[in-house]
């Protein structure tokens, strides 16, 4: 993101247009790297988000909410008592720095006075800094009294901008010419390195603008003149960049930077929450799937021990068959067996302590212990198996997800098994109804589930001659075709079957089997799993694959 100081002196001087006059509302810190401002202005209520991160630090508009701390962090506090119904009288940029002012007019009981608040924009740098006649009143990060370093923040003392950089200023065209006699090699890396407030990205746009061999006055003339082109940069189809300015590539053009700037953090914002929400969701279920498969490992090594109980009775069968020729206080004897065609011999261990029918007790009483017990770990096995196979299921829909409402359900599936904490335990919190994706196919509504509780949503609303679909050996989601009975055509349900088989975990496959049939043959076994069901009377077809976007009317 290009934000260096020429991008910067666009946005300050928009966001002085839409704001200045507007009063402070409110003032929330979300986390240790972000402020909101909530404005009353001529045109209605504003939030302006200062991001001071090391990877996205900028002073933009949103419309986005997100969960207010129940404690307010002691930067926030304090700019909550100086400027609660503060006027903001102005907003500017120091001249090819990467910092914005913004002016206010304090007003209490007893006086009206002005504050200077300084949002430095400069990576890991970043910082907030709240000012009284240049003196700190505040800051987001401070340093410490005994801490080395050149630049002191801490309440009391007087604010100095950061170190300026030995760059030249873009509006110096001798010193320009001159630097450019000395110019070779990478241009977009030279103007970068030697002119005042210019990203890298910046430069690389100068260069398609006016060619490699760029000059002194035309790059004076991109950043000191002319209006601004804001747009939003792709890449491979996705949101990549916004600039000021831009007149090549793939791209979308916006009537303000700031315009530019809210589409592409908003994107950026968006992604970021569903790959947090992802991974979430994704480490509660490997965690849950771990501990069953180490049970299934204890399990299985039960059940090896059991796999011998057979031998064992065969033992004591033997010892009471020859019991006559066994002298007592014998540590083992031979005997035929003769289940073994060939008439083979089987040497049994014998405890010289007991009696013969003692022992062959002994062995009874073994075998028995492992048939109860190879019954009840079967069972278990079972169970564990059973429940391993829904907790892959709910992996693939979440692996499968493709924005944060696709997960929202499935996070309230793994709360109800107890695999995530309840956030809002205690809380009348209406539950979030998320519609199944759609899609309109050869004038046919197709509906796919987005989770295991769609799933079971969607059998429900389905109709009984209407077309379900599922993938074969793969967990997927349930695909319907709203068709009541009519026949469909050949080209729809094999549409529909690749939808079936994209949100699938056989995703990555070729020819993926899909199973179809009338819904009326499908059916969900009282108290079983979310998602889970049976089903008759189906045929199977093999597509590729294909997420259909273009026919999907409700993307969310």
Not at 185 to 205: H, P, R
Not at 328 to 343: L, M, P, Q, T
Not at 357 to 383: D, F, G, H, I, M
């Amino acid at each position: 993101m290009p934000q260096d100081a020429f991008t910067i002196k666009y946005v300050a001087g928009e966001l002085n247009e839409r704001l200045a006059g507007g009063k402070i509302s409110k003032i929330v810190q979300y986390d240790r790297d972000s402020l909101t401002l909530i404005i009353y202005t001529r045109n209605g209520t504003v939030k302006l988000d200062i991001c001071l991160s090391a990877r996205a630090c900028r002073m933009s508009l949103t419309d986005g909410d997100r969960p207010v701390p129940a404690v307010a962090p002691a930067f926030c506090m304090l700019l909550r008592k100086h400027l609660a119904n503060a006027e903001i009288l102005k907003i500017s940029q120091i001249p090819f720095e990467r910092v914005i002012t913004v002016d206010f007019l304090c007003t209490s009981e007893f006086e009206k006075l002005e504050m200077r608040l300084y949002a430095e924009l400069m990576g890991k740098y970043s910082n907030a800094v709240l000012t009284r006649d240049g003196i700190i009143l505040g800051a987001l990060k401070t340093t410490a009294i005994g801490e080395n370093t050149k630049r002191v923040l801490f309440s009391g003392v007087k604010y100095a901008l950061p170190e300026p950089q030995d760059k030249i200023l873009p509006n110096d065209l001798p010193a320009l010419e001159e630097a450019f006699e000395y110019a070779s090699g990478d241009m977009a890396a030279f103007i970068s390195n030697k002119v005042k407030g210019i990203a890298y990205s910046t430069a690389l746009d100068m260069i398609e603008t006016y060619g490699e061999k760029i000059t002194p006055e035309e790059v004076n003339s991109y950043i000191c003149g002319g209006q601004p082109n804001p747009c939003v940069t792709f890449l491979n189809g996705e949101p990549n960049d916004f600039k000021a300015k831009c007149a090549l590539g793939d791209r979308r053009e916006y009537p303000t930077v700031l315009d530019a700037q809210k589409a592409y953090y908003d994107y950026v914002y968006k992604k970021q929450t569903f790959t947090e929400a992802q991974k979430r969701l994704l480490s509660a279920l490997l965690g849950a799937e771990k501990k069953i498969e180490k049970r299934l490992q204890i399990i299985h090594s039960k059940l090896s021990e059991c796999l011998g109980a057979e031998e064992i009775k065969l033992k004591g069968e033997l010892i009471t068959a020859y019991m006559y020729a066994i002298g007592r206080g014998a540590d083992s004897f031979e005997a035929v067996n003769y289940y073994d065609e060939n008439g083979g011999k089987i040497r049994i261990e014998l405890d010289k302590s007991l009696t013969p029918a003692q022992n062959a007790q002994r062995y009874y009483k073994k075998y028995a212990k492992l048939k109860r017990t190879e019954e009840s770990v079967t069972a278990q096995k079972r169970e564990a198996e059973e429940k391993l196979n829904y907790y892959k299921s709910i992996g693939a829909h979440i692996s499968s997800a493709e924005s944060i409402a696709d997960l929202d359900e499935t996070a309230e599936e793994l709360t109800k098994i107890g695999l995530l904490k309840d956030l809002n335990k205690g809380k009348k919190a209406k539950p979030k109804i998320t519609p199944f994706r759609e899609f309109e196919i050869g004038g046919f509504k197709v509906l796919a589930g987005r989770n295991n509780i769609q799933n079971d949503r969607l059998l429900k609303a389905a109709g009984g001659l209407d077309m379900w679909l599922h993938t074969q050996g793969y967990h997927s989601s349930h695909v319907v075709i709203a068709c009541g009975g009519a026949e469909i055509p050949a080209d729809v349900l094999v549409a529909a079957a690749e939808i079936c088989a994209y949100y699938s975990d056989g995703r990555g496959g070729t020819k993926i089997p899909v199973d179809y049939t009338r819904k009326k043959f499908v059916k969900k076994p009282p108290a079983s799993n979310a998602g889970f069901v049976i089903y008759t009377d189906y045929k199977t077809v093999l597509v590729e694959p294909k997420s259909h976007t273009a026919e999907c009317v409700n993307d969310l």
